[in-house]
């Protein structure tokens, strides 16, 4: 846990906040040039980078002494993937048949 | 971690064994209950995702026409909300009650003020006949790219159902946050938090991040489908 | 014709046969596996049952086993699957000269109208060694058609065809299930399928009726003034009808997609949603204006003007105004 | 093999600590909850059990003449909704498992003890919603809602049983994750992984699929029930939805809460079998993973539920293959349970005619599911009683078999009585025979073709005969299932008092006294042996096990 580190985590704190910050400001703004198919592509992998800065140094993922709690994020994760890929997979198929 | 503190610390409940153990059996409870609400929104996502593809072009158009701006402002705020609350869980720690009543009460306020925005949108929703059910219209509105060729009022319907019922659920957990803010500020303010012992402090807050995270994939998705010109 | 007591079904289709092999294929394969365990554990608990005096031996386990009894059921299984997903792959594919019979499920009766135009309701005739493929669609909820003694089922959903086919291979009266329950009268959606012989069916329908499906259809293709756009040259607003049944056609926005029967059920109720590259999304939805009944006609028409080529495409155009039907919306501004 | 040795005197435990009403109603102890709950749950297995006997006797001819046919579809609907949700996925965890979970890993209780009595309070707002919906005009849907049967067209109360069903769902969500937290941070000094009963294996498993699985459901009602009210069209194929897309969402977690029934109930299967059988369970990391693996791959195979319903064929395949995968490990568990008989030491006692009887319907319910998985015989037997005596055999035979038989193993804990052990027997013994009466010739009905759901069968009078058996059987079986509920009754008070350990049994939770006091160990266990360690307890122990005939 981040309270047994010595140093101060604040410039952490802002660095990340300020990533964010900036991070909104892209998706915003790439949204309005037309990458076709890569439009969604992109701000989908914007918003999974905010994600994961929030979870790593907010939540303090990436301080957690066990691996456990990274395990179930990533099982819960695999989960939600399961779902909509296994949904899709039929919708993706279906007028093939 | 041995070191038996038990009946040193008014807040350890009588069937944990240390202070340790009943901190880390909160945060851990605190990130199973946080997978239960990303499959809780997952069905959500996974309707989205479905429709999202049928009707793109549709989805597009209704998407266009909620205010963009008012949702990234509120990206924004949520972001500094998340942190004031890491600001209040340092001050926790380094014992600065001041800074962290400061940091609780601007976390409430930034949430607030999202739910004020929110507001603001559904209001131009419901005036602009955007709330699905027997007075919806969507009539005569452009797929963008497309000229000439209308959005669907069905799809467009399903897209805003889709979107009341995300944002109006992201919106509960806001007030849900709003009420377990009120109830750290009051401890706060009673002064029960130390750097020992703050776990309420830390627990709030994941809920408070979870709820963030939950609205960076909301914002692309409901407001940023298709905006160019 | 019913047995009192019957413990195996009729099998009366090409494809009974099929999943009846593959069922008892399953019953031995279960039944060896059930008599397997059960002699173990009835053995076992005789022969081990306690005794003063005589403790358990103590094992622990042995990976060997345990991989042994994870790979052969894996096995076993894998057999299975690759055999009945082949006779579902054939259930699954209508063979193409298939007669039509198309089928409007409601609460709580089954409406049947087959290609040649007769129409029945919760009773299907059809002649024994021809293929009949269904093309299923419901007026409001989920409906299953089931016919046991061919082991045929498929639900029928609003708003979209399933299809499903069958070659009945025995004359008799079966029975038609609505398998999917449907509300109140779930168990009164039943009916009966009626197999006969080529030449009593040649006598049962030359019955008399209004015309084959697509000349229904032709009119209503007429009177909806669709032909007004949908001309049998190049000059029309809409694409030529003629010949695009069953090939695949390009999409505005680039995508492929086959005009099967689903195809052009969409393109009548939501236009807009797949528009033929090339072409303005300028068609009025006809959702609401058009029964089901109306559109299987519409959809026999436009395939039997692809089968036909262009013989009978041109029918009296023009006699109807342009876009008489279409959704008078008044646009809202806003 | 019960031993029963008089304890001393009156001791203190948990029953008798605090007495008076608000003494339960505000406890947080574990077991009071436990009791709580199987109080609770026992009232709505009646409740389901009289829409069962309704059924059936609506069945015994053709005609629907006991009721009409609205009225029969009400009656199916409650049954499921009552079974399925209000009895089955509590049944064994929200009462055994609360019960010993902490005691069998050696915690003074679960790790949110609160949280456990709040579960509690949702799930019996939950069914008081549920039984006024029943009162009030009751629902008829059938359990699985379809759309858009259940968002347009049905006149009666889906909202209010949906809504009963998201409250009971986030208290069977609660449970799961207190049952997580409780075994990751409570475990006793020396409790490792490879040390804990199979029992506690199988509710962790439980638990993960009721966190991550019941949440989609919860959601899915929120859109019908927004649907109905609203007309969004989310599942309206007329307003560009479709009604497939609520099927795939209800079977993502519909089908894995089958799974919630049945892995507690090979949890306590286990822990009958090593006890019974005086051994080690053979191959106690394979039986421990396999009911992870089935968690895990349970969540693979929803559609299996949808191989008519117009998805798509290729969905269809994957789907059907995925279904394989949870067969393996369920076999796997079946071989090792058996295996475990060899060169034992078996005695005969009630719990362990349970166990047997588990292990053989299990079997069979398990078996004739690889006939719903293979693509061609499913189109054939889907929606008909064939599905109908399958997942009877496995929730009914398997999960509710396991039920009684962990029931009949702890009523000494739980109660510190002993039960007439030849009535438990002979319970056991008509449940077996009354089961087996009601749902096999409900196999061949299935493959005749009879469909699930009807009323009247009048067009079909060649069902009538096996039907009748049916309902015979299901007589038989009523009164097996009301045998036990007399008995433990009269036994709490005229029942001998049990000792500490009546059946020598290996797990931490009958190292303690039987009824446990409120902390369930006078001072912290500390574990240093192997689960199941009957071979050093039978020789170390002093009394040899007697058989009690």
Redesign the interface.
């Known amino acids: 846990m981040s309270d047994h580190s010595k140093s101060s985590p604040l410039p952490t704190y802002f660095a990340v906040w300020g990533a964010l910050l900036v991070g909104t400001i892209l998706t915003y703004e790439v949204a309005k040039i037309d990458l076709g198919v890569f439009n969604s592509a992109v701000a989908l992998i914007i918003a999974t980078t905010k994600a994961l800065l929030v979870a790593l140094f907010f939540m303090h993922l990436k301080g957690a002494s066990e691996k456990?709690l990274k395990l179930v994020v990533v099982s819960?994760l695999f989960?939600l993937i399961?779902?909509m890929a296994?949904?899709m997979?039929?919708?993706?198929?279906?007028?093939?048949? | 971690m041995a070191a038996h503190t038990e009946s040193h610390n008014p807040a350890l409940l009588?069937?944990f064994?240390t202070e340790e153990?009943q901190r880390?059996?909160a945060s851990?409870?605190m990130w199973?209950?946080l997978?239960?609400?990303v499959?809780?929104?997952?069905?959500?996502f996974?309707?989205y995702l479905?429709?999202r593809r049928?009707?793109f072009g549709d989805f597009a158009a209704a998407s266009k026409s909620i205010d963009a701006f008012l949702g990234g402002t509120n990206t924004a705020v949520l972001i500094c909300s998340s942190l004031t609350v890491v600001l209040a869980i340092w001050a926790a720690q380094t014992a600065r009650r001041g800074l962290m009543i400061l940091m609780l009460v601007l976390t409430m306020l930034f949430g607030l003020t999202f739910l004020g925005i929110k507001g603001i949108e559904y209001k131009d929703k419901f005036v602009e006949h955007h709330v699905?059910?027997?007075s919806f219209s969507f009539d005569h509105e452009e797929i963008p790219g497309q000229p000439g060729h209308y959005a669907?009022p069905?799809?467009a319907?399903?897209f805003f159902?889709?979107y009341f019922?995300m944002t109006g659920l992201h919106a509960l957990h806001m007030i849900v946050g709003l009420g377990i803010f009120t109830w750290l500020l009051w401890m706060a303010w009673k002064g029960r938090f130390t750097p020992e012992y703050h776990t309420p402090l830390e627990i709030g807050g994941l809920y408070w991040h979870f709820v963030d995270i939950v609205w960076i994939y909301l914002f692309p998705l409901l407001y940023l489908i298709d905006r160019h010109p | 014709m019913?047995?009192?007591?019957?413990?195996?079904?009729d099998r009366a289709s090409s494809m009974a046969g099929?999943?009846d092999a593959?069922?008892i294929f399953?019953v031995i394969?279960?039944g060896l596996?059930?008599l397997l365990?059960?002699t173990?554990?009835v053995y076992?608990?005789a022969r081990?049952?306690?005794?003063?005096g005589?403790?358990?031996?103590?094992?622990?386990?042995?990976t060997p086993?345990?991989l042994t009894?994870?790979i052969i059921?894996?096995g076993v299984?894998?057999v299975?699957?690759v055999?009945?997903?082949?006779?579902?792959?054939k259930?699954?594919t209508p063979p193409r000269d298939a007669t039509e019979v198309y089928v409007v499920a409601k609460?709580w009766m089954w409406k049947l109208e087959h290609a040649e135009g007769q129409r029945e309701i919760n009773e299907l005739h059809v002649p024994v060694g021809r293929d009949v493929k269904l093309i299923m669609t419901s007026q409001?909820?989920?409906h299953?058609f089931?016919v046991?003694?061919f082991?045929?089922?498929?639900?029928v959903?609003?708003?979209?065809y399933?299809m499903a086919w069958f070659r009945a291979t025995k004359p008799g009266t079966y029975?038609l299930?609505?398998?999917?329950?449907?509300?109140?009268?779930?168990?009164?959606m039943?009916g009966s399928i009626v197999v006969m012989e080529p030449a009593q069916y040649e006598a049962w329908m030359s019955g008399g009726s209004g015309g084959p499906l697509s000349a229904t259809g032709e009119k209503i293709f007429a009177e909806l003034g669709c032909a007004t756009c949908h001309r049998a040259d190049t000059q029309g607003r809409g694409p030529n009808l003629q010949g695009v049944f069953g090939k695949p056609v390009q999409l505005e926005d680039g995508r492929m997609v086959t005009a099967d029967e689903n195809y052009v059920r969409e393109s009548i109720l939501?236009p807009g949603s797949k528009v033929v590259k090339g072409f303005k999304p300028v068609m009025p939805t006809f959702?609401g204006l058009v029964s089901e009944e109306q559109l299987n006609a519409l959809v026999a028409y436009v395939k039997s003007v692809s089968q036909a080529g262009a013989a009978t495409g041109k029918n009296a155009a023009a006699s109807t105004p342009e876009g008489a039907p279409g959704k008078a919306q008044g646009s809202q501004v806003q | 093999?019960a031993t029963g040795n008089i304890p001393p005197v009156e001791r203190e435990d948990y029953l008798n600590k605090h007495y008076g009403v608000g003494s339960w109603l505000f406890t947080t102890d574990h077991k009071r909850i436990a009791l709580l709950y199987l109080i609770s749950i026992t009232f709505f297995f009646f409740i389901g059990g009289f829409f069962a006997l309704l059924i059936r006797l609506e069945l015994l001819t053709p005609a629907?003449d006991l009721v009409q046919?609205?009225t029969y579809?009400k009656f199916f609907t409650q049954h499921g909704m009552v079974m399925v949700f209000f009895f089955l996925i509590p049944s064994i965890p929200a009462t055994l498992g609360n019960f010993l979970v902490p005691m069998m890993i050696g915690?003074?209780?679960l790790?949110?003890?609160r949280?456990n009595l709040l579960s509690w309070y949702l799930y019996i707002i939950g069914g008081i919603m549920m039984l006024h919906c029943m009162v009030t005009g009751g629902v008829?849907?059938?359990w699985?809602f379809?759309t858009?049967?259940s968002t347009?067209?049905?006149n009666t109360k889906i909202v209010e049983a949906g809504l009963a069903i998201f409250v009971a769902g986030f208290s069977s969500?609660l449970t799961g994750?207190?049952f997580?937290?409780t075994i990751?941070?409570?475990r006793a000094p020396g409790m490792t992984w490879t040390r804990l009963p199979l029992f506690i294996w199988a509710h962790y498993a439980t638990s993960i699929i009721q966190?991550?699985?019941?949440?989609?459901v919860?959601?899915?009602i929120?859109?019908v029930a927004?649907e109905r009210a609203?007309?969004?069209?989310?599942f309206d194929?007329?307003?560009?939805?479709?009604?497939?897309?609520f099927q795939?969402?209800f079977w993502?977690y519909s089908h894995p809460a089958v799974y919630i029934m049945i892995l507690p109930s090979m949890g306590v299967v286990s822990e009958i079998i090593a006890c019974f059988?005086?051994?080690?369970i053979?191959?106690?990391?394979?039986v421990a993973l396999s009911s992870i693996s089935i968690a895990v791959f349970g969540?693979?195979v929803?559609?299996h539920h949808m191989?008519?319903?117009?998805?798509?064929?290729?969905?269809?395949?994957?789907?059907?293959?995925l279904s394989?995968s949870v067969?393996?490990p369920s076999?796997?568990k079946?071989?090792?349970w058996?295996?475990t008989?060899?060169?034992?030491?078996?005695?005969?006692d009630a719990p362990m005619l349970y166990a047997?009887g588990f292990?053989?319907l299990f079997?069979?319910g398990g078996?004739?599911g690889?006939?719903l998985?293979?693509?061609?015989?499913?189109?054939?037997v889907?929606?008909?009683y064939f599905v109908v005596a399958h997942f009877h055999y496995i929730m009914v035979g398997g999960a509710l078999m396991g039920y009684l038989g962990g029931m009949h193993f702890w009523w000494p804990k739980i109660s510190g009585r002993l039960y007439p052990e030849g009535w438990a027997r002979l319970a056991a013994l008509i449940v077996f025979i009354g089961f087996n009466l009601t749902f096999f010739p409900q196999f061949?009905l299935g493959?005749?073709?009879m469909?699930?759901?009807?009323?009247?069968?009048s067009?079909?009078?060649?069902f009538q005969?096996?039907n009748v058996f049916s309902t015979a059987g299901a007589t038989v079986l009523g009164v097996g299932y009301l045998l036990p509920m007399v008995y433990f009754l009269w036994s709490m008070r005229y029942g001998k008092p049990a000792s500490d350990n009546p059946w020598n049994a290996a797990g931490l939770e009958w190292q303690t006294q039987s009824p446990p006091t409120t902390?369930n160990f006078p001072e912290?266990p500390v574990v240093t042996w192997e689960a199941y360690n009957?071979?050093e307890i039978?020789?170390g122990h002093k009394e040899?096990?007697q058989?009690v005939g």
């Open positions: 456990l819960t989960f399961l779902l296994l949904a997979f039929d919708y993706g198929t279906r007028w093939y048949s | 009588h069937h064994a153990q880390n059996s851990f409870g199973i209950f997978a239960t609400e499959m809780f929104f997952g069905g959500l996974c309707a479905v429709y049928w009707w699905p059910g027997s669907n069905h799809h319907q399903i159902a889709l019922v | 019913f047995d009192n007591f019957p413990l195996w079904p099929n999943v593959l069922f399953l394969v279960s596996m059930t365990i059960f173990a554990v076992f608990a081990y049952r306690y005794r003063k005589v403790p358990s031996e103590q094992i622990e386990g042995s086993l345990e009894w994870t059921p894996m299984f894998m299975i699957f055999w009945s997903a082949v006779v579902y792959f259930m699954r609460q409001d909820v989920i299953s089931y046991p003694a082991r045929m089922k498929q639900d959903l609003p708003g979209r399933t029975h299930f609505c398998a999917e329950y449907c509300g109140t009268q779930h168990s009164g039943v939501d959702q | 093999m629907s046919a609205d579809n915690a003074k209780d790790a949110f003890p949280i008829d849907t059938g699985t379809y858009p049967f347009a067209f049905t969500i994750l207190n997580v937290v990751h941070r409570m966190i991550l699985g019941t949440p989609v919860a959601i899915t929120v859109l927004a609203l007309h969004l069209g989310i194929p007329k307003l560009g939805g479709d009604p497939l897309l795939h969402l993502f059988s005086r051994k080690r053979f191959g106690y990391s394979f969540f693979l929803w559609a191989f008519v319903a117009g998805m798509s064929v290729y969905a269809a395949l994957i789907f059907s293959l394989y067969a393996v076999a796997v079946v071989f090792n058996t295996a008989l060899y060169k034992g030491s078996i005695h005969y047997f292990l053989g079997t069979i078996l004739t690889l006939f998985a293979a693509l061609g015989i499913d189109v054939h889907t929606d008909t061949i493959y005749l073709g469909p699930r759901r009807y009323a009247d069968y067009h079909m009078p060649e005969i096996l902390f912290e009957y071979d039978d020789k040899v096990p058989v």
